[in-house]
């Protein structure tokens, strides 16, 4: 008898199942999904989860790259959390869908660190 190790609970997930996982605020409100996630090649490590919200139908939507450490899975909601408020989210570091982001650019990568008050994945601050 095969065993459904997608179905079985545990803290492990497919990368193609966290994409377009909702993300909400602490009291459930709805702020975006999860576009994809970036992951350093050479750790293995999450590093960023970049966020989709605003446009329709997936136009004019912006791209916020956020640290994965400032996301929790709450379970209730089967979706990430996100403490963000209004304010902090318009001045969040973005994108634009249609444009692309420099990941290799490290004075980019530390600002939206800085912003998000956590140290960068690959050490310092």
Known sequence: MAIDVM???H?????????????????????????RLMIDKVT???SYAILSFGGFLGIGANLIPLPWGRLRYNMKFEAYEL??????????PSFR???DFDWGDRAKEAELHRYYGMPPYWGGF
């Open 7 to 9: 179905a079985m609970p």
């Open 44 to 46: 293995g490590k999450v």
């Open 83 to 92: 403490d963000i408020d209004d304010e902090e989210l318009k001045r969040a």
């Open 11 to 35: 803290q492990l997930i497919a990368s193609d199942r966290v994409e377009g996982t909702a993300v909400r605020r602490p009291n459930g409100d709805m702020i975006g999904h999860i576009e």
């Open 97 to 99: 869908a249609d444009k």
